[in-house]
């Protein structure tokens, strides 16, 4: 290193570069060593766990069980068996605490897995308390069976000693003889002296039924006194859930009536517009607009809906609507906007690029709102079929059932599909359609009568009229067509207003 045949500077500058390199690859070996450790300790936890988990299931199946011995002999055996399980289980508490040790401390040296720790810690110790709690009211029933069972064989030993002593005192040998007569007095002593002892016997047997007897109704009476609370307890809980679920009916129906009110009003508002046609615009899509932001509102609603659900509400006094209606309508409500927007902008283009007048537009948009009653921008093809006459159409009458080729034809063009209502749109179209053909042929007429007219003047004279048309054909118009008045308010004799003649026919 100190030799100037070697760049010192450079072999310095890597060893220092590979010593740092060899440093970090060290702490980080550590590191990983320290992180697997402490996996394993938690995986070791976890394995212990499930262990002691799988031996307390396995006890609670014994502690569980229903037997409590059907004899004196079966209740005494199942006895023993409890109380050797009872040593088992006090003999494990030293192991189930060790577990919960560890996990404590796994749980404070906040290593991973920290809350799954803490959520098993909790419930291996309510099993365990479970265990030792079904251990508990095992051996105290076992305890009352081996007392009535006791009770029971006392009984019956005492039942077997008088029946057998019943033949002797109810026998009707009295001796015949002196000797006969001294010994039946003998074996009568040695009875009494028997039934004194048994006399006790009996009475304690008694004395102990009436015990049982006393226990048996006084238990019955805490069960009863248990059962009870729990009852009221069980009615208050179900009091607070019936009342929670009528706030959420009632909130329900407060979002829901007022929806569907609303939805009612924006309705008629959207449908009774008026105005010019480019204001029926605007005012159409602002409605639009708030039909639209008015999508929270159903989503709300919704929720509602689905809380009702999941608490079983399958009735509600407060309202009449539902979700689904309320959701159907604002879609009816949603596409009746853009519909309008359509048919408005149709017309608009219509009066602008064919000469059909806003006021017939007018016209049509209002005998069709006349005949729409329930205002769902629809008609049927009753409605459809007045509505048309209400506009001059001249439609023959029909009885019911019988076949209308006129107004068939009409429905070939409005309803092809026969859904059997015409829209808004679609009747708007077929009345510009027919209109936009009265315009042409007025036009027309109108520039014929022009060229009959000397220098294109705005009315005809009778004479020219009778010069370039037939008899017949002058006298109607002479017949029909008003006198024409010039800007003045003169009225020139023997000229006929042309223009007004041939709008009025077309109109009509």
């Known amino acids: 290193m100190t030799s100037s045949a070697f760049d010192t500077s450079q072999v310095k500058d890597k060893r220092d570069t590979i010593n740092g390199r060899f440093q970090k690859i060290k702490s980080m070996a550590a590191s990983r060593r320290a992180k697997l450790n402490e996996s394993h300790r938690l995986h070791q936890f976890f394995r212990d766990m499930d262990d002691e988990e799988s031996w307390i299931k396995e006890k609670k199946l014994l502690v569980g069980s229903e037997d409590y011995g059907r004899d004196l002999t079966g209740v005494q055996n199942l006895r023993k068996k409890h109380k050797r399980l009872e040593a088992e289980l006090a003999a494990h508490e030293p192991a189930i605490q060790g577990v919960l040790d560890t996990g404590k401390k796994l749980s404070d040296d906040n290593t991973i897995g920290k809350e799954e720790i803490q959520q098993r810690l909790a419930q291996f110790v309510e099993h365990w308390k479970e265990l030792k709690q079904l251990a508990a009211a095992r051996g105290q029933r076992l305890e009352e069976s081996l007392e009535y069972q006791q009770f029971v064989a006392n009984v019956e030993e005492e039942e077997a000693w008088i029946n057998e002593k019943m033949t002797l005192v109810a026998s009707e040998d009295y001796g015949d003889t002196l000797a006969a007569i001294q010994g039946l007095l003998k074996k009568h002593e040695a009875f009494e002296t028997d039934f004194t002892v048994h006399k006790d016997r009996v009475n304690d047997v008694c004395t102990n039924g009436q015990d049982l007897i006393k226990k048996a109704l006084e238990e019955t009476w805490r069960n009863l006194q248990k059962i009870i609370k729990e009852r009221e307890l069980e009615l208050q809980k179900e009091q607070r859930r019936q009342e929670e679920n009528d706030k959420l009916r009632q909130e329900f129906a407060q979002h829901a009536n007022a929806f ?57 006094k407060y309202t009449e609507h539902s979700t689904v209606g309320l959701a159907q309508q604002w879609d009816q409500l949603d596409q009746l906007g853009m519909r309008m927007q359509h ?11 064919t000469g059909v007048t806003e006021e017939a537009l007018k016209e049509f948009s209002m005998m069709f709102k006349h005949f729409d009653k329930d205002k ?33 034809a009409i429905l070939d063009t409005v309803d092809p599909n026969r859904d059997g209502h015409v829209s808004l749109q679609e009747y708007m179209a077929f009345m510009i ?22 220098e294109g003047k705005p009315y005809v004279t009778k004479e020219e009229l009778y010069q370039n ?34 709008r009025s026919l077309f109109v009509n």
């Not at 008629?268 to 010019?276: F, I, P, Q």
């Not at 029909?480 to 308010?489: A, F």
Request: hydrophobic content about 30%; aromatic content about 6%; overall charge negative.
């Open 260 to 316: 569907h009110q609303w939805i009612q009003e924006t309705r008629s508002c959207m449908v009774e517009e008026s105005g010019t046609l480019e204001s029926q615009l605007e005012a159409t899509k602002r409605k639009h607009q708030e039909i639209r932001a008015m999508r929270s509102q159903l989503k709300k609603i919704e929720d509602l809906g689905a809380a009702m659900e999941e608490a079983l509400i399958l009735d509600n």
């Open 433 to 454: 359609s027919r209109e936009t053909e009265n315009v042409k042929s007025s036009e027309e007429i109108e520039s014929a009568f022009r060229a009959l007219s000397s």
């Open 343 to 353: 048919n408005l902008e149709q017309q608009i283009q219509a009066r602008n690029t």
């Open 376 to 408: 769902s921008g629809r008609l049927n093809h009753q409605e459809f079929k007045s509505c048309l006459r209400s506009l001059g159409y001249d439609l023959p009458m029909v009885e019911e059932g019988e076949p209308d080729p006129e107004f068939e």
């Open 469 to 502: 048309l037939t008899r017949e054909q002058a006298d109607y118009c002479v017949s029909h067509m008003k006198p024409y008045v010039d800007g003045k308010g003169r009225e020139l004799p023997t000229a006929f207003d042309y223009v007004e003649f041939t």
